[in-house]
């Protein structure tokens, strides 16, 4: 009797040793369990339900002409816009779309913000197109995209140079027409030359095409206040200009009697002359 209870105390002893420490690890699982909980349950909210109920909050940086209500339309973002509903490279291609701008970026930051960043074309030369029965100067980009039209001569500056015999009279021109592609070249390199001397175009008054055959074509540079012509090749350069001026001004030093054209096709300038007699 005494073995078999001293045996029962022991037992029950060990038990309740035992389940002391099953009684705290169920506690700290049950804290766990509702720490895992809570935690998962606020990534839902923040990463994926928040999204849905935040609106968007758009920063437009743009140029003048182009304002925020604006780029917001042709982004094709309104009021009510929510910020996952918002794709930011269907953003970015409608507005790298739209003839003002040349390049558009656009950057989605956690949780709500949206920014926008672009830049606009830049006028390189100048074409007169007859539009609704009126003769108007029609701006160009680098690229051959019109940019924009003004209402007459006056309107056009100084440093933009008028290019003649590139559009056809057939064809309709508005903002965000395109250049015949046979004469992209011919604006990019006037994109590039201003990049180098935008003063140069103010000695310049007009740039002709001289037209060959398959799209191939010469042109021809009037100096500002003077009839003679500069007949070049149409890979021009500031290089090349710059010596055509040079000729044209040795020209001026033999006194009234001044050539028609001074040619410099071939990287050497020939004079050909409307009278022989040079310098009296």
Same mark, same amino acid.
């Given at each position: 009797?005494?073995?078999?209870?001293?045996?029962?105390?022991?037992? =029950?002893? @060990?038990?309740?040793?035992? &389940?002391?420490?099953?009684?705290?690890?169920?506690?700290?699982?049950?804290?766990?369990?509702? &720490?895992?909980?809570?935690?998962?349950?606020?990534?839902?909210?923040?990463?994926?339900?928040?999204?849905?109920?935040?609106?968007?909050?758009?920063?437009?940086?743009?140029?003048?002409?182009?304002?925020?209500? #604006?780029?917001?339309?042709?982004?094709?973002?309104?009021?009510?816009?929510?910020?996952?509903?918002?794709?930011?490279?269907?953003?970015?291609?409608?507005?790298?779309?739209?003839?003002?701008?040349?390049?558009?970026?656009?950057?989605?930051?956690?949780?709500?913000? !949206?920014?926008?960043? +672009?830049?606009?074309?830049?006028?390189?030369?100048?074409?007169?197109?007859?539009?609704?029965?009126?003769?108007?100067?029609?701006?160009?980009?680098?690229?051959?995209?019109?940019?924009?039209?003004?209402?007459? @001569?006056?309107?056009?500056?100084?440093?933009?140079?008028?290019?003649?015999?590139?559009?056809?009279?057939?064809?309709?021109?508005?903002?965000? =027409?395109?250049?015949? &592609?046979?004469? +992209?070249?011919?604006?990019?390199?006037?994109?590039?030359?201003?990049?180098?001397?935008?003063?140069?175009?103010?000695?310049?008054?007009?740039?002709?095409? @001289?037209?060959?055959?398959? #799209?191939?074509?010469? !042109?021809?540079?009037?100096?500002?206040?003077?009839?003679?012509?500069?007949?070049?090749? =149409? #890979?021009?350069?500031?290089? =090349?200009?710059?010596?055509? !001026?040079?000729?044209?001004?040795?020209?001026?030093?033999?006194?009234?009697?001044?050539?028609?054209?001074?040619?410099?096709?071939?990287?050497?300038?020939?004079?050909?002359?409307?009278?022989?007699?040079?310098?009296?």
């Amino acid at each position: 009797m005494l073995g078999n209870f001293i045996y029962s105390a022991e037992v =029950s002893d @060990a038990a309740v040793r035992y &389940a002391a420490p099953r009684k705290f690890e169920k506690a700290v699982r049950r804290f766990l369990t509702l &720490a895992v909980i809570f935690v998962t349950g606020g990534v839902i909210w923040i990463f994926c339900i928040s999204p849905c109920m935040v609106p968007v909050k758009a920063e437009v940086k743009s140029f003048p002409g182009f304002g925020r209500a #604006d780029v917001l339309n042709i982004a094709g973002i309104d009021g009510g816009a929510v910020y996952i509903s918002v794709n930011a490279g269907e953003v970015e291609r409608r507005l790298a779309e739209y003839y003002l701008v040349e390049s558009a970026k656009v950057v989605k930051r956690f949780p709500d913000r !949206l920014s926008i960043f +672009l830049e606009p074309r830049r006028a390189v030369a100048v074409v007169f197109a007859r539009i609704n029965g009126r003769v108007k100067p029609v701006y160009f980009d680098r690229y051959g995209v019109a940019i924009g039209m003004g209402s007459g @001569a006056g309107d056009i500056p100084a440093w933009l140079p008028v290019v003649s015999g590139v559009l056809d009279d057939n064809r309709p021109v508005k903002p965000g =027409s395109k250049i015949s &592609a046979a004469y +992209l070249s011919l604006f990019t390199r006037i994109g590039a030359i201003s990049d180098e001397d935008p003063k140069i175009w103010q000695a310049i008054s007009e740039i002709g095409i @001289a037209k060959k055959d398959n #799209d191939l074509y010469d !042109l021809i540079l009037y100096p500002v206040h003077d009839p003679i012509k500069l007949k070049m090749r =149409s #890979d021009i350069s500031k290089d =090349s200009i710059y010596y055509a !001026l040079l000729m044209f001004d040795v020209c001026r030093q033999f006194g009234d009697a001044m050539p028609s054209e001074i040619d410099v096709q071939s990287g050497i300038g020939i004079v050909n002359a409307v009278e022989a007699s040079y310098g009296k």
